[in-house]
């Protein structure tokens, strides 16, 4: 008889297919593990938005600012199609789940959660504005509209479409495919407990946050939207739903071009600092300290909230316990 795990049976090409196979297939699973759905993941995110980056069109021509909020628009919307393809491709083909178990069931709660998260990221926005007001970071110089109210509403709307344009394809990838997929993944060896694997999952999104806004806007604006990246994934990890972290993600944006942080037409505050051109968005480090103020009170609002009123400060159980596709299909026999 032939020992199978001999080393002669170990030298035979079938034998170091199998062993390849194991490394990159999850067999039980049917799909390919952690690792390479992650990598996968990252390749379409640079391939499919990169190349969304390149056609930016500007269809409207004339002055004003309805004309330009319009092209603002249309020159979005490429990056943004290039960006949510990338996250189907990778869920619904490597991933092999549906986009719902990525935190993307849409319901009333889910809804719910969005305004919520919505008026916590308006609110923080605020609260740096008159935490730099009051260190005297910002000088206030003025309120009004830029121009009639009517087209001010229509630009204000334009302003909102174009944060969420890029707000929820980004929270989709970042928060809900690769917090998702770490998270499981480390969930799922012994000796890392799961909120550990959770707080890996928020940590590495983090820094892929900062690395691909550092890239083109500098290292301190990267820094400073790696520590916003900590609430954002910490608002996902706590309730299983991109709800939050998107509400969040577009309160802060959006409430910052009303309230001039981000100057806009849309602006109503009309805000200066001696340390920055706010245009470029070439931030000092002032701008990250005042920032980590919202970032602090933003975990804390959301700690006592699952707390007080949900099932306590866990892991959602969504994130580390997939829901895949081929589940729908399964006959009970293959058990």
Do not use: C
């Not at 330009?68 to 020159?75: D, G, I, P, S, V």
């Not at 986009?99 to 849409?106: E, K, P, Q, Y």
């Not at 009170?297 to 700690?303: D, R, W, Y």
Request: glycine share 12%; charged share 15%.
């Amino acid at each position: 008889m032939v020992d199978a795990s001999g080393p002669a049976v170990r030298r035979v090409p079938g034998y170091l297919l199998l062993r390849l196979r194991w490394v990159v297939w999850n067999t039980a699973e049917r799909r390919p593990r952690a690792p390479i759905r992650l990598v996968a993941g990252l390749v379409l995110f640079f391939v499919l938005a990169g190349a969304g980056n390149q056609y930016r069109p500007r269809p409207f021509t004339g002055n004003g600012a309805i004309v330009e909020a319009l092209n603002m628009l249309t020159w979005q919307i490429p990056n943004a199609l290039g960006l949510a393809l990338a996250v189907v491709v990778a869920a619904l083909v490597v991933d092999r789940r549906h986009l719902s178990d990525l935190g993307f069931a849409i319901d009333r709660q889910w809804w719910r959660e969005i305004l919520g998260g919505t008026m916590v990221g308006a609110g923080i926005s605020m609260l740096t504005v008159l935490v730099g007001l009051g260190i005297g970071y910002y000088e206030f110089t003025g309120v009004g509209l830029t121009t009639e109210p009517g087209s001010w509403v229509v630009i204000a709307v334009g302003a909102a479409l174009f944060q969420l344009l890029f707000v929820v394809p980004e929270e989709l990838f970042v928060r809900g495919y690769l917090i998702t997929n770490i998270t499981e993944g480390l969930d799922s060896i012994s000796a890392i407990s799961r909120r550990m694997a959770a707080g890996v999952a928020i940590l590495v999104s983090s820094g892929f946050f900062y690395l691909t806004h550092a890239v083109a806007k500098g290292t301190t604006f990267g820094l400073m939207v790696a520590v916003w990246a900590l609430l954002l994934g910490l608002g996902y990890v706590l309730s299983g739903n991109l709800s939050v972290p998107i509400g969040i993600h577009f309160g802060v944006n959006f409430t910052g071009v009303l309230a001039g942080v981000n100057p806009q037409p849309a602006s109503l505050l009309k805000l200066s600092t001696a340390t920055t051109i706010q245009e470029s968005l070439v931030l000092p480090s002032e701008a990250v300290v005042i920032r980590s103020v919202g970032v602090v009170i933003g975990i804390a609002v959301l700690g006592w909230w699952y707390h007080a009123h949900e099932e306590g400060i866990r892991v959602a159980l969504t994130i580390p316990k997939p829901t895949l596709r081929w589940h729908e299909y399964r006959n009970p026999t293959d058990d």
